[in-house]
C-alpha cells in the first residue's frame, strides 16, 4: 500500500513538473514584467521588482490583484500614474509636465559646464604688462620686504 501512494505521489509531482504554466504561474509572470517596468516611489533608484521596501511590496500585491481581476497592464499603469504620477513609470511620457524628468540632467550638466568656464576666464591672470606707477609701487614693496637685504 505504501509503494502505491508514493508511485501515485511521484506520478502526481512527474505531471505536474511537465504541465503547461498554471494561470499563477502566468499571472507571476505579468507582475514581475510590469515591476521591471515601474519605479519604487520609496527607494526611487531601484524597480519595483527589485525594491524590498514595505509599500513596494503592498504595490507589488495590489498590481496581482488588479490583474487576477482581468485589467490589462495599461489599466493598471494608469492606475498607479494617477496615485502616484508619471514618477512611478522609469519611461515616462514626454511632455510639458515631465519634461523635467527628461531633459533635466542635461539642463544640470550645460549649468556646471558654464559655471566651470566662467570660473576659470574670471580666475586667469592678467597678462597686461605693469604701468610705471606699479611697478615703482612693487619695487617699493620689494625694498621693504623682511628677506630683502637691508
Keep these: 500500500m505504501r509503494s502505491g501512494i508514493t508511485a501515485l505521489l511521484f506520478a502526481l509531482t512527474l505531471a505536474?513538473?511537465?504541465?503547461?504554466?498554471?494561470?499563477?504561474?502566468?499571472?507571476?509572470?505579468?507582475v514581475h514584467a510590469l515591476?521591471?517596468?515601474?519605479?519604487?516611489?520609496?527607494?526611487?533608484?531601484?524597480?519595483?521588482?527589485?525594491?524590498?521596501?514595505?509599500?513596494?511590496?503592498d504595490l507589488r500585491r495590489q498590481i496581482r490583484e488588479q490583474m487576477r481581476a482581468g485589467k490589462?497592464?495599461?489599466?493598471?499603469?494608469?492606475f498607479l500614474v494617477q496615485r502616484y504620477g508619471d514618477f512611478?513609470?522609469?519611461?515616462?511620457?514626454?511632455?510639458?509636465?515631465t519634461l523635467l524628468l527628461w531633459f533635466?540632467?542635461?539642463?544640470?550638466?550645460?549649468?556646471?559646464?558654464?559655471?566651470?568656464?566662467s570660473n576659470r576666464r574670471r580666475a586667469s591672470p592678467s597678462t597686461a604688462p605693469l604701468g610705471e606707477a606699479d611697478r615703482q609701487r612693487l619695487d617699493a614693496l620689494l625694498d621693504r620686504s623682511p628677506e630683502s637685504p637691508q
Excluded: M, W
Design 35 to 57: 515591476s521591471h517596468e515601474l519605479r519604487c516611489v520609496v527607494c526611487q533608484n531601484q524597480t519595483l521588482a527589485d525594491s524590498q521596501a514595505d509599500l513596494a511590496v
Design 88 to 97: 512611478v513609470l522609469y519611461k515616462p511620457p514626454l511632455k510639458p509636465v
Design 72 to 78: 490589462s497592464d495599461a489599466a493598471v499603469k494608469d
Design 16 to 30: 505536474s513538473a511537465f504541465a503547461s504554466p498554471t494561470d499563477d504561474e502566468q499571472l507571476d509572470a505579468r
Design 104 to 117: 533635466g540632467p542635461l539642463l544640470l550638466l550645460v549649468i556646471v559646464a558654464a559655471a566651470i568656464v
